[in-house]
């Protein structure tokens, strides 16, 4: 009789400053340009078996992506944001323009700048440390916050 064994789901942590630093690049390839990013905003999660989702704020200014993108998002895993958008292992930039809902964060093919989809963050309903980007562990929050705002993922 054959033994049928599921396999463990990873674990997932908070990913350690050097661990962002050695994952993240310090200038981030953006389409036709290589835009600087601001490590010290560098947020993620890494599991016990080494995969990474790390997110990076973007200094856009001189560089045509001003205006258009704010964080340069690198994942090793499929993730979903929201209910409708999966994300491939890769890289993506973001951008967002506030609505009445809360943010509407546009997320694009890093490599070639081509849309992918959007998404709504919403406004947390209690006081939160305002955060440039933070990606939280799925077993504390499962969300990652942009400002005041949050969307929800799933890996």
Same mark, same amino acid.
């Given at each position: 009789?054959?033994?049928?064994?599921?396999?463990p789901?990873?674990?997932?942590?908070?990913? *350690?400053?050097?661990e =962002?630093?050695?994952f =993240?690049?310090?200038?981030?390839?953006?389409?036709? &340009?290589?835009? &600087? !990013?601001?490590?010290?905003?560098?947020?993620g999660?890494?599991?016990?078996? %080494?995969? !990474?989702?790390?997110?990076?704020?973007?200094?856009?200014? %001189?560089?045509?992506?001003?205006?258009?993108? *704010?964080h340069? =998002? =690198?994942?090793?895993?499929? /993730?979903?944001?929201?209910?409708?958008l999966?994300?491939?292992?890769g890289? $993506?930039?973001?951008?967002?323009?506030?609505v009445?809902? %809360?943010?509407?964060?546009?997320?694009y093919?890093?490599?070639?700048?081509?849309? /992918? %989809?959007?998404?709504?963050?919403h406004?947390?309903?209690?006081?939160?440390?305002v955060?440039?980007?933070?990606?939280?562990?799925?077993?504390?929050? *499962?969300?990652?916050?942009i400002?005041?705002?949050?969307?929800t $993922?799933?890996?």
């Open positions: 009789m054959p033994f049928n064994r599921a396999e789901k990873p674990v997932w942590r908070a990913a *350690s400053p050097s =962002l630093e050695a =993240l690049p310090a200038r981030a390839p953006v389409d036709k &340009e290589h835009i &600087e !990013t601001e490590l010290r905003t560098a947020t999660i890494r599991d016990d078996q %080494g995969r !990474t989702v790390a997110a990076v704020v973007l200094i856009t200014a %001189g560089y045509a992506a001003e205006g258009r993108y *704010s340069y =998002l =690198l994942t090793q895993t499929t /993730l979903r944001v929201g209910d409708t999966v994300l491939k292992p890289a $993506y930039v973001l951008g967002w323009t506030r009445a809902e %809360g943010l509407n964060v546009r997320v093919d890093a490599r070639t700048g081509a849309e /992918l %989809g959007a998404v709504i963050a406004p947390y309903k209690t006081r939160v440390r955060e440039p980007i933070h990606i939280w562990p799925p077993t504390e929050n *499962s969300v990652i916050q400002g005041r705002y949050f969307l $993922y799933h890996l």
